[in-house]
């Protein structure tokens, strides 16, 4: 007899066998946004460069950045920083000092004279931008390299607006500054500098010449106070004051300052004013943890010896010739409104009280100058008005950063020259607006297993003496060193950013991960759907999603 | 070495565990497999998941198997093939264990990987001598009143050349103590915990997490003892109270906050007791 013996031993694989029948969620490796990346007026990328930091790749880590904001080396020192306000390590312990992170990579750009890569091939169309502040650089910046011809005016002999004339070289040196504007001229830039787009003519001039227009004229008119006889010597707007001391002059002022606002400007003037010997206050009508100017700065101008007088409103001056003057003032209740620059006080009675002063320094906000152009353009309470587009009431012509915004901002005024880069590329190629996209939901804390991320403390920012501050105006924020730079990169979650670490592949117990072409995959064959892979994920780029 | 298509449940950090040692060894490695979750994700016949010659055996007579396998393969002249046992709890502490004991005590050349899961789990989960204290289960459903047999200080007492626990949630460790083993000649056993989905009450992605915790808390602490005299704690601290692990898994829900301090001082006194033995050898 042949009959075949059955075999005892085993001679199949149980590949044969696909139990990814028996799951009811696949998980899937998606790239969702970081709640850093959403909160940032740029979109920045952050976790993809703080990675290329921890890998000390930091060219990478530039090229990064500078893909959403040319001016890493200034962002990374006045920046008002959303994104750590965001961020998901501040729910561990504390957030990942990006600021700081963003200056480390900003300043070794310049140390290393890191140029930017080509612009892409030439386009026929040449932009004009007026303004040469942050929005119009930035504007500048992002044109220049999609291959557009920029023109560039401003009314100064110097360009970056605010970031040149308002704020003070101890908070942002002029050398840093420079080299971050240069590297966008030498694109190849058409400067036209001591050049005002001031009338109907010049603007229609400019409409009928270039392809289209970017206005980015800023806000400089000083908001007025009816209390303050302005005609007076001992009034000095904080404007004026501050572009005279940042170009070196000294403004004419007495012994005793008191500033009025609450601001950053009000914060740039009284540290001025004590970097110039002077005996400063600052009165304003919120209470110091409600003031506008960053929290920092606050801290820092009453470390240096300026007297912060918080919830006081000024009702009048008298001027007592010798002796000075008198400000009669009043304690406040004041409550925000719904804008930002709203708000409502209430003096409370039995609380008046005077200060004795030479000089007063008005630093309450300032309006664009719309005069003209409210001619051409529709205003809205005292702005320009633009569309999602950002673009004006007549097509072509675009407006971005205070001309348009009560958002006064550094970045803020950065990421309207990006969008009305891409916004103008859009509308001269006639190509729709990519804002019908609905928007991803951030990362959340939940998704990233903190396990991977140990307890570390964030970077410190370390700070020149107050006694050297008090007498100088070179920069007090201290540069991260590059250890302290690195640890801090490590302490990032990556949120929604793969790291490679493996743990998805190495804790499938199906081995139904893949890793495949530089990345992973999920072989569907025989995944159980147990989502291990998702829970030990240290980043939150995979997630479970229900099949059936 | 371990194959995809196996029958483990979602989720099982057991296929885990496997898939890295098995990977470890290497092919030249034949296992013994006493009836078991474990057994069961080797695959049924005709199917395989693993790439080494395995031989089913009896629940009672892993590690007896397992010696005459040695002994069959030295005769073969095949000294560098690794025999392996893998057995559950059940196959360990309590029906196999004649068999292992007789087997260290002849320092039979072999590793013995036993993966606790504290209990009978694949028949539906009845109690084994390594369920833990007060833990329910299908024949406890109230809570086990006996506490967990000590299984590595019972091999140490045997001056066993290797034994140690090991846990998938420190892959690295995990390796590194298979390797270790593999390197030494005699009887070597890794335990390692298996935190059983469906025995503990744990969704199915929660094993590894549960098996982080059970090292964290000194629940069940990392640790070596060579010769069954030097003792290394591979962990410095426990870094979580007891609760945090219990209060995860379904087994142990009954439990008052009297029942959890005892469980602590009940971990705390073998945490110290280890400490000092670590510290002094
Ligand atoms: C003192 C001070 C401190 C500040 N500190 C901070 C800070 O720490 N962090 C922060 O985030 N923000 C800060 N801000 C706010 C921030 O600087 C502004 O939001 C930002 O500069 C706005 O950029 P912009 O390009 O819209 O305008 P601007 O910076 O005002 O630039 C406008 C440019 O247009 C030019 N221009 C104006 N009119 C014409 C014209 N008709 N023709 C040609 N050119 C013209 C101007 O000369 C200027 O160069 C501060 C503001 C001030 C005033
Ligand atoms: C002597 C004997 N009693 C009962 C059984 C039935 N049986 C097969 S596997 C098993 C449970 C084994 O438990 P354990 O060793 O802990 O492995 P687990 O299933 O938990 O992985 C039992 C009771 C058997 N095979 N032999
Ligand atoms: S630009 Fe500002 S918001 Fe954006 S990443 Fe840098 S510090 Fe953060
Ligand atoms: S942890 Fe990193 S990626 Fe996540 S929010 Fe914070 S900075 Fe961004
Ligand atoms: S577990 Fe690691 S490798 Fe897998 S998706 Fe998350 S970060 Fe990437
Ligand atoms: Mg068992």
Known sequence: MNQAVRAIWTHESTEVIKTGSWRLALPAYVNLPAPCHKACPVEGNIAVWIQSVENQEYRDAWLTLIENNPFPAVTGRICHRPCEDSCNRGQLDEPIAIRCLERFVGDLAIDNGWAFPETAASKTETIAIVGGGPAGLAAAFHLRRMGYAVTLFDDQQQLGGVLRYGIPPYRLPKDILDAEIQRILDLGIDVRTNTRISSQTDFENLRAEFAAVFMATGAAVPKRLPQLDYSQPWVIESATYLEQTNSGDHAQCGERIVVIGGGSAAMDVARTARRQGKEVAVICLETETAMPAQRDEVLEAMDEGVTLIDGVMLRSVTDRALKGLELACVKVEFEAGAERGEFSVNSIAGTEFTIDADTIVAAIGQDPDITTLQDSLDVEAGLVRVDEQQQTSIAGVFAGGDLVTMQRFVTVAFGFGKRAATEIDRYLRSSTSASDSTPEQAVSTDMINTHYHPQAARAKQQMVPVAERQVSFDEVELALPGDEALAESQRCFSCGNCTFCDNCFDYCPDMAIKRENGGYRVNDDYCKGCGLCVRECPTGAIVMRQER | ?281
């Open chain 2, 1 to 281: 070495m371990l194959r995809s298509g196996h029958a483990a449940c979602p989720g099982c950090v057991l296929a885990l565990s496997l898939r890295h040692i098995l990977n470890t060894l290497g092919p030249e490695t034949m296992a013994v497999a006493a009836p078991s979750c474990a057994a069961l994700i080797c695959g049924a016949q005709p199917c395989s998941s693993m790439k080494i010659p395995v031989y089913q055996t009896t629940l009672e007579s892993s590690a007896a198997a397992a010696s005459g396998l040695r002994r069959a393969l030295d005769t073969k002249g095949k000294q560098d093939t690794t025999v392996v046992v893998i057995a559950g709890d059940g196959g360990t502490y309590d029906i196999g264990f004649q068999a292992l004991s007789s087997a260290v005590e002849r320092n039979e050349d072999m590793i013995y990987f036993c993966f606790d899961n504290e209990g009978y789990m694949n028949t539906g989960g009845q109690k084994s001598s390594a369920t833990p204290l007060y833990a329910s289960t299908g024949s406890t459903p109230a809570g086990k009143l006996s506490k967990k047999k000590n299984l590595t200080e019972i091999m140490a007492a045997h001056e066993i050349p290797y034994a140690a626990t090991a846990s998938a949630a420190h892959l690295a460790d995990l390796v590194r103590k298979v390797e270790k083993a593999k390197g030494i000649r005699g009887t070597r056993i890794i335990t390692v915990l298996i935190p059983c989905l469906p025995g503990w009450g744990l969704p199915d992605d929660e094993a590894i997490a549960t098996a982080r915790l059970a090292v964290d808390t000194g629940v069940f602490p990392l640790y070596e003892v060579e010769e069954g005299q030097r003792y290394t704690l591979n962990q410095t601290t426990r870094t979580r109270p007891v609760k945090d692990y219990l209060m995860t898994q379904k087994r142990y829900r009954h439990l008052s906050a009297e029942d959890r301090d005892e469980i602590q001082l009940m971990v705390d006194r073998n945490w110290t007791r280890l400490a000092e033995r670590s510290a002094t050898s």
